[in-house]
């Protein structure tokens, strides 16, 4: 009896390089690269922790939590009224980076009378029972007037806080600013989550 020849062989067929080949190498170096820069982009965009020092801004935030920030938004947009923002006083970069909030913008006039914080005239917390009145009106006593790049900041806990109401902190130019907080993560029994403002 005659057995039959194996047809095993070690030899692999040749691939040949077609055009649906190539468009599937194509489409998985497109996607590396985009994943690439898409990360790059959250990196630089929200990858800035902060952590806050001292209670200056509780309630919205406490000592010793971390906060994400937004550097890429906040560059495109520039901050608004509400913003809680990061900064470096004076830019002086020996500092700790400040967390506060945003109470007025360029061409906005400001003024701390009998305790109060006025916008243009108009009265900002009456019937808000989240601030206590300010024991210190420090350098806004008199009516300021907040020039193109300015902003006025105070912190949320505003009898515990060195804000633009100091004198060695004064008014908070967008040069001095590193971005908006959108993030605060949870500390002890204190929740975090996003800040929507």
Do not use: C
Not at 25 to 36: A, K, N, Q, R
Not at 67 to 73: E, P
Not at 128 to 139: F, P
Not at 163 to 187: E, F, L
């Amino acid at each position: 009896m005659f057995r039959k020849k194996s047809k095993l062989t070690f030899h692999q067929k040749k691939t040949i390089f077609t055009p649906k080949l190539f468009r599937e190498i194509f489409s998985w170096i497109s996607v590396t690269v985009l994943s690439i820069v898409l990360a790059f982009v959250f990196v630089f965009a929200f990858g800035m922790q902060v952590k806050v020092i001292g209670d200056s801004m509780e309630p919205s935030a406490y000592n010793g939590q971390t906060v994400l920030v937004n550097k890429l938004i906040f560059k495109i947009f520039g901050p608004s009224n509400g913003d809680i923002v990061v900064f470096l006083p004076n830019g002086n970069t020996n500092s700790h980076f400040y967390v506060k909030r945003v109470v007025a913008v360029p061409g906005d006039k400001v003024q701390i009378i009998d305790g109060s914080l006025y916008i243009n005239g108009t009265i900002q917390d009456k019937d808000d029972e989240e601030y206590d009145k300010m024991e210190d009106a420090g350098i806004a006593a008199n009516e300021i007037k907040l020039k193109s790049g300015e902003y006025f900041v105070l912190g949320d806990n505003r009898n515990s806080s060195e804000d633009s109401r100091s004198a060695n902190i004064g008014i908070v130019k967008t040069s001095m600013m590193v971005g908006k907080v959108w993030y605060k993560m949870g500390i002890g029994d204190h929740k975090g989550g996003i800040v929507l403002n």
